[in-house]
């Protein structure tokens, strides 16, 4: 695999969960976070042997532009409203006091940390996905591009949240690595697991149905009364959620009377909700070194992050990953 993109958020949350809290630090304090995200990293370089690894991250995990679109974005998940910078998650401060460690580690690790201000880790993962395809392109066959690397995908996102299906691309090669039954054994979800789960054909439309649909996991509403099955019914009659919308404005076959009056009374959400959906393609980036360190950037810092936090096995299974 060429590039390995790490949803890391999505991965600590489910160490955190995943792990049991008596994993703890000489002093006592909570580490399974740590150790959970290093073991995950430690098995996915070993298992993919990628060539450069991102661990993407929220730099702000409740974007302004999509708040303002709608204002309900992820509100539920609020623990504190800020005006000087981003609003603070809820999370369990278990949790929390784990976070810096984690950044100490990939640090000492050589293992690049890319967020971008005001933008999620769903956003810098569309950027380097557009980057990746520009840079690689799709084949004009439909193919796998750069056969002469392999077969297979190029890159592969590594994350729990469903939102960034809307990135796979089977001409690409990008593909979503979802745990649903851990990191171990995910989902590969291409485009045929797209058709058969959601029965929708390319990520593209996934996002389209998305916005029908609505999540309330972001406190997107979607349009009452249409559910993911209407949704994918509709765009494969119609094949974009712009003909859908002028379809129902038209009063023509395919969308019912009472899909038409829904989808009317969504109209205000439907103005804005694509752009809140839709993850970014562009969000700015400083220059950073994604290639797979053969050798931890700064060993002294991790051998001394590892007797603090009591981390070591943990440390040395990734470290041995990334001399292999």
């Known amino acids: 695999m060429r590039l390995l993109l790490l949803d890391t958020a999505s991965l600590y949350f489910r160490a955190y969960f995943g792990m049991p809290d008596s994993l703890r630090s000489p002093d006592g304090r909570p580490v399974n976070a740590v150790r959970g995200l290093l073991d995950m990293i430690a098995f996915l370089v070993t298992e993919h042997r990628p060539d450069r690894v991102v661990a993407c991250w929220d730099d702000d995990w409740r974007p302004a532009f999509r708040v303002e679109a709608i204002g309900s974005y992820k509100e539920h998940r609020v623990a504190e409203l800020r005006s000087d910078g981003p609003d603070v998650e809820e999370m369990p401060e278990d949790l929390r ?91 590969v979800v291409d485009q045929a697991r797209l058709a058969e789960k959601y029965g929708v054909p390319t990520g593209t439309a996934y996002a389209e149905m998305a916005v029908l649909r609505g999540d309330p996991s972001d406190g997107l509403p979607g349009v009452a009364g249409i559910g993911e099955k209407t949704a994918a019914k509709l765009l494969a009659t119609f094949g974009t959620l712009d003909r859908i919308l002028a379809a129902a404005a038209a009063g023509e076959k395919g969308v019912t009377p009472s899909q038409r009056t829904k989808i009317a009374a969504a109209a205000d959400y439907l103005a804005v909700a694509p752009d809140v959906v839709r993850v970014a393609h562009d969000a700015p980036l400083e220059p950073f070194d994604d290639s797979l360190p053969n050798e931890p950037a700064d060993p002294a810092a991790l051998e001394t992050l590892a007797e603090r936090w009591g981390i070591g096995s943990s440390v040395h299974r990734v470290v041995s990953a990334l001399q292999a």
């Open 97 to 187: 006091a784990q976070i810096p460690v984690i950044v100490d580690v990939l640090a000492a690790l050589g293992i690049a940390r890319v967020g971008s201000p005001g933008y999620e880790a769903d956003d810098v993962i569309g950027t380097l996905v557009a980057r990746e395809v520009a840079a690689h392109g799709p084949r004009a066959d439909g193919g796998t591009p750069d056969e002469a690397e392999g077969p297979g995908p190029q890159v592969g996102i590594v994350t729990g949240d469903r939102d960034l299906f809307q990135l796979v691309d089977d001409a690409a090669g990008v593909v979503v690595l979802y745990p649903a039954r851990g990191v171990r054994d995910p989902d």
